[in-house]
Nanobody
Framework: QVTLVESGGRYVQAGESLKLSCVHS????????MGWFRQTPGKPREFVAR????????DYADSVKDRFTISRDNAKNTAYLQMDSLKPEDTALYSC????????????????????WGQGTQVTVSS
């Protein structure tokens, strides 16, 4: 059973940067595409970014493109989300997720594609 553990979320001021980490429990990490989603109370879960198993292809939501960068280190079983120029509207619970079945495909934004999910890490951006 795969477990995912996120870290790195905290309270920041607008314009600051944060780097989130997601540690995958299995050595099969490199078989999975990884995604980041976020959610605020009363709103549906929102796609943020995705990276294929190889790390060669990435996809971003328009709202974070050019500000956020997803990456992975397969040797460390870890996926990252570098968030720059943070805005108050980026405030949310950020969760990582792992997709095995379509791990070579980059343009998948549905949360239903992901089998495993972490508990999330809270990011709060103050104006």
């Amino acid at each position: 059973q795969v477990t995912l553990v996120e870290s790195g979320g905290r309270y920041v001021q607008a314009g600051e940067s944060l780097k989130l980490s997601c540690v995958h429990s299995e050595r099969t990490f490199s078989d999975y595409a990884m995604g980041w989603f976020r959610q605020t109370p009363g709103k549906p879960r929102e796609f943020v970014a995705r990276i294929t198993r190889s790390g060669r292809s990435t996809d971003y939501a328009d709202s974070v493109k050019d500000r956020f960068t997803i990456s992975r280190d397969n040797a460390k079983n870890t996926a990252y989300l570098q968030m720059d120029s943070l805005k108050p509207e980026d405030t949310a619970l950020y969760s990582c997720a792992a997709d095995l079945r379509t791990s070579n495909t980059v343009r998948i934004r549905s949360f239903g594609a992901y089998r495993y999910w972490g508990q999330g890490t809270q990011v709060t951006v103050s104006s």
